[in-house]
């Protein structure tokens, strides 16, 4: 038995899936009442994303170079089987881990990163911004935009900054400037920093000021998540997975995965989704989980909310529990989201996606047992999926019909020892 399936390197897909044309009803478009919002977007936002973001194909072909530079960074990722995970669970399911975690950032990330950056370069952009809040999507966009050969400008939530000096030193080993949001750089962080030199910031914050510095100063501002071009550049991972369970011999029962905004989980499932879609049949269960603290999944209500605090964007459909929602400080810091993207709440919304939430205690207890039990130490966002597959073993076990799960393993801990040891190991 295999523990590792691998796809060779020339067989990487070459095309992105695009749910859009596969979605049981038309996709609520995005509201914008002023009309502000979309011309902010069009002049900011790289012309190709917001050309992508309502496309009806169905297959889009990956530009050469961005396919390039994901074979650089790691892909295709492998597929692990957790034998000892399923051993540790009665030998009930079959367990399959799409390791996100491989590439070289660490996480799912990098995979629209590149295409955002690259798109970015088209319109000759002078530089790139973005936000980012633990910063993972920071490192991301900093990688992105070294293989681009563009500048790249971070605008990290000042707390994290100072408190989170890992992720930082790598952005900035990849040659991107970090600034500690609120900053000097903007009329918005200039003013807000007058009035408190120690302003904690936020991510909404950190958002307004990536989107003004790129207006006023000729870059292009970058989306991490939510948004349905984001969620098809990461479909890589999902299109890889088909592959794989195609060479393992194996069709997954259940599909899995973590929500912060969304594009982790719809990028694995959305490929095989979207074949269930068209036959019009579906047969394997879909179940996205999430943080019980920030819990937009299952307490949230599907309306229009802004996707920013600083509601600049268009209002979008989706389940939130709004955009003013302050998040406690857990340390999934990629969790700590509002709102669930309009596809997926769509999904949601007609009961084809499950979505159930877990604490960080019990997510992170589960943590440390993978780590001890398969020797990987998974990222604190990645533990929120572990408590599913428990869930699906014992009902396998009543049942007694083994199952096959496959779990979108989104990123590695090895940066967050910090976050783990406040939760785990309090003294
Ligand atoms: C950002 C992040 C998530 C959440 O991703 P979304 O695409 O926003 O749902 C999950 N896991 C890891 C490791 C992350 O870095």
């Known amino acids: 038995m295999k523990i590792r399936i691998d796809l060779p390197q020339d067989e990487i897909p070459t095309e992105w899936y695009?749910?859009?044309?596969?979605?049981?009803?038309?996709?609520?478009?995005?509201?914008?009442?002023?009309?502000?919002?979309?011309?902010?977007?069009?002049?900011?936002?790289?012309?190709?994303?917001?050309?992508?973001?309502?496309?009806?194909?169905?297959?889009?072909?990956?530009?050469?170079?961005?396919?390039?530079?994901?074979?650089?960074?790691?892909?295709?990722?492998?597929?692990?089987?957790?034998?000892?995970?399923?051993?540790?669970?009665?030998?009930?399911v079959k367990i399959f881990l799409k390791m996100e975690s491989y590439t070289y950032t660490g996480s799912h990330k990098i995979n629209s990163a590149l295409a955002h950056v690259y798109y970015a370069t088209l319109d000759n952009a002078k530089f790139v911004t973005t936000e980012t809040g633990a910063g993972q999507w920071g490192s991301a966009v900093a990688l992105a935009s070294a293989l681009f050969k563009i500048k790249a400008h971070i605008f990290m939530v000042r707390t994290s900054y100072f408190a989170k000096p890992y992720r930082k030193y790598m952005m900035q080993m990849y040659g991107a400037e970090v600034h500690p949001s609120p900053s000097d750089l903007t009329d918005f962080g200039r003013e807000l920093l007058?009035?408190?030199?120690?302003?904690?910031?936020?991510?909404?914050?950190?958002?307004?000021?990536?989107?003004?510095?790129?207006?006023?100063?000729?870059?292009?501002?970058?989306?991490?998540?939510v948004v349905n071009s984001d969620i098809m550049f990461k479909t890589i991972a999902g299109m890889e997975a088909m592959k794989q369970m195609e060479i393992a011999g194996e069709d997954p029962d259940y599909i899995i995965g973590v929500v912060g905004g969304g594009s982790n989980y719809a990028a694995l499932a959305y490929p095989f989704l979207g074949e269930e879609l068209r036959k019009g049949k579906i047969r394997r269960k879909y179940i996205a989980s999430g943080s019980?603290?920030?819990?937009?999944?299952t307490k949230g209500v599907y309306k229009y909310d802004y996707p920013d605090t600083a509601k600049l964007l268009p209002m979008l459909k989706m389940y939130t529990i709004g955009s003013d929602f302050v998040p406690p400080p857990v340390y999934a810091g990629g969790l700590r989201y509002h709102a669930v993207a309009p596809t997926l709440s769509l999904l949601m919304s007609k009961g084809i996606v499950e979505a159930r939430d877990y604490s960080q205690e019990?997510?992170?207890?589960?943590?440390?047992?993978?780590?001890?039990?398969?020797?990987?130490?998974?990222?604190?966002?990645?533990?929120?999926?572990?408590?599913?597959?428990?869930?699906?073993?014992?009902?396998?076990?009543k049942s007694g019909e083994k199952k096959t799960i496959l779990v979108s393993f989104s990123g590695h801990g090895l940066l967050d020892l910090g976050n783990y040891a406040s939760v785990l190991f309090k003294e």
């Open 18 to 92: 695009n749910i859009l044309p596969d979605l049981p009803e038309e996709l609520p478009p995005p509201m914008d009442p002023t009309g502000k919002a979309f011309e902010l977007l069009k002049k900011v936002l790289p012309s190709k994303v917001l050309e992508l973001e309502f496309s009806k194909e169905r297959y889009i072909k990956i530009p050469e170079e961005i396919l390039d530079r994901y074979l650089q960074v790691g892909r295709p990722t492998p597929i692990i089987r957790a034998k000892k995970l399923e051993e540790y669970l009665g030998n009930s």
């Open 194 to 225: 007058s009035r408190d030199p120690n302003h904690p910031g936020s991510l909404g914050i950190a958002i307004s000021e990536a989107v003004k510095y790129a207006e006023e100063h000729g870059g292009k501002y970058v989306v991490g998540s």
């Open 292 to 297: 019980l603290e920030v819990p937009k999944m």
């Open 362 to 397: 019990e997510s992170f207890k589960w943590a440390r047992l993978f780590s001890e039990i398969e020797g990987y130490i998974p990222a604190p966002e990645t533990s929120h999926a572990l408590p599913i597959i428990k869930e699906i073993a014992d009902e396998a076990k």
